[in-house]
């Protein structure tokens, strides 16, 4: 089979095509919105001689529409929605294979708990926090300024992880280690501090949602070897195409949006 393809159509259908173990690393950032968001009307019901429904003994009540809750039916319908494309993931990832998925943080707790599910909680590696620092800034409440990152390993005991090649940091408090371990940087924590992709530049395709490059780079030289074979089934503006391409791994990408494909195979024949 040829890799490094981009394949248009649902992910749940197109994964079913690939064989067990067959990608070493696969990074995924679904949509929130499925579009299967049901709201309810939340009611409440008020003793009135006038009322329009007859209750115990003939007393009359009425009831009245106190609000909408669509709160509790959309996360039902995201992780229904998330269910079997991550148990396919699952299925798909090596015994050395690690899945990295990208979530807002009003979901990762729900789908920390679904993946617990799928993976066990023994294969929970990490919750990486993407900070950035960009856009609006609400008075009200602490700005919101960051994704949540799940990762989770097929194997524990198995599972690939190279924390020596990714990027380096500056220390915060250079002054407080030798000049050598400054001038080196240290090791990234599980807190990323990385700008949005730039509004000008190269890297900018226009897709919507684009993730940076440089946070991929890292999960990819962190938890693939030249070679390996990666999977995006949300690939969107093919960024992690982008960055295999740069790094030589091989890659599939998957989306469901033939505007998101175009935009792809696009970038990646121009990289
Ligand atoms: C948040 S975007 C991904 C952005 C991407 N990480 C990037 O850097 O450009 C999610 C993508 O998932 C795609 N998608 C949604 N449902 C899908 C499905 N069932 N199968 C395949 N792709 C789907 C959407 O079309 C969208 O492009």
């Known amino acids: 089979m040829e890799w490094n393809r981009v394949l248009l159509g649902d992910n749940l259908?197109?994964?079913?095509?690939?064989?067990?173990?067959?990608?070493?690393?696969?990074?995924?950032?679904?949509?929130?919105?499925?579009?299967?968001?049901?709201?309810?009307?939340?009611?409440?019901?008020?003793?009135?001689e006038n009322g329009d429904r007859t209750g115990f003994g003939g007393r009359r009540y009425r009831t009245e529409a106190v609000g909408e809750?669509?709160?509790?039916?959309?996360?039902?319908d995201f992780t229904d929605f998330l269910s079997p494309r991550l148990s396919e993931v699952h299925r798909l990832l090596d015994e050395s294979g690690t899945l990295y998925l990208h979530i807002d943080y009003r979901e990762a707790h729900y789908v920390k708990v679904l993946l617990d599910g799928i993976f066990g909680r023994?294969?929970?590696?990490?919750?990486?926090?993407w900070a950035y620092d960009y856009g609006g800034k609400s008075k009200r409440r602490w700005p919101a300024k960051h994704d949540t990152i799940l990762v989770y390993v097929k194997d524990p005991e198995r599972y690939y992880f190279d924390s020596e090649s990714v990027d380096r940091e500056p220390?915060?408090?250079?002054?407080?280690?030798?000049?050598?371990?400054?001038?080196?940087?240290?090791?990234?924590?599980?807190?990323?501090?990385?700008?949005i992709v730039p509004t000008n530049g190269g890297e900018r395709t226009g897709y919507p949602t684009q993730k940076p490059a440089g946070i991929l780079r890292r999960m990819?030289?962190?938890?693939?070897?030249?070679?390996?074979?990666?999977l995006d089934p949300f690939c969107g503006s093919g960024t992690l195409?982008?960055?295999?391409?740069?790094l030589g791994r091989d890659f599939v990408?998957?989306?469901s949006n033939p505007e998101a494909v175009e935009v792809t195979r696009r970038r990646l024949a121009a990289d």
């Open 171 to 195: 220390y915060m408090a250079p002054g407080l280690v030798t000049p050598e371990k400054a001038a080196k940087g240290k090791l990234p924590t599980d807190v990323w501090w990385h700008t």
């Open 122 to 129: 023994e294969c929970f590696l990490n919750e990486i926090i």
């Open 253 to 255: 990408l998957l989306d």
């Open 241 to 246: 195409g982008a960055v295999c391409q740069e």
């Open 220 to 230: 990819v030289t962190a938890s693939s070897r030249p070679g390996d074979l990666c």
């Open 13 to 48: 259908e197109l994964m079913a095509e690939f064989e067990d173990g067959s990608f070493q690393l696969v990074y995924a950032d679904p949509p929130f919105n499925t579009g299967k968001a049901q709201s309810h009307q939340k009611v409440r019901t008020f003793a009135d």
């Open 69 to 76: 809750s669509s709160y509790a039916d959309s996360f039902d």
